[in-house]
């Protein structure tokens, strides 16, 4: 039982660590990630562009996550491996999203509509927990109702 505790706490002390990471990688500046940096009226800023487009979703992303998955505690065992096979492909999925939307464009484009980095994060945190909500529902109802039909089948 305890073990299967500390597992089922697994996926929220991942997404500690990813608010974590994913702030320092959205402040570069603070954190000494630039390799190239300039300064405009007093202003630094970060050349490389690239490591910050990555950490801003994923701070929403991971933010959200961390109610989800703090409530992975209070499920079943069996409800919480149905979980974790369905975020087996949802967050490849996720992350994939992330990391090729969030590439900034190597050259201007008409048609181009930038997408808020911010934004994409939530949202993507928002479909996770929506995605956890009916996976848990839905295992939830069918172990109830097999425990049902097994009652009735002893009777």
Not at 67 to 96: D, G, N, Q, S
Not at 121 to 132: D, K, P, R
């Amino acid at each position: 039982m305890m073990k299967s505790k500390f597992f089922q706490g697994l996926p929220f002390i991942i997404s500690c660590f990813g608010v974590a990471i994913s702030y320092v990688i959205k402040n570069p500046l603070t954190f000494h990630l630039c390799s190239r940096t300039y300064e405009f009226n007093n202003y630094a800023g970060c050349l490389d562009h690239s490591i910050k487009y990555i950490g801003v979703p994923l701070l929403g992303l991971f933010l959200l996550a961390l109610p989800t998955t703090a409530a992975l505690f209070l499920i079943r065992k069996e409800v919480f491996y149905a979980w974790l096979k369905t975020m087996a492909w949802f967050i490849p999925l996720v992350a994939l999203e992330v990391f090729v939307i969030s590439k900034p464009p190597d050259f201007p484009d008409v048609l181009y509509q930038p997408i808020d980095r911010e934004q994409l994060g939530i949202s993507m945190g928002i479909l996770l927990a929506i995605v956890t909500l009916i996976v848990i529902a839905w295992k939830y109802w069918r172990l109830n109702r097999q425990e049902r039909t097994q009652k009735t089948k002893v009777q």
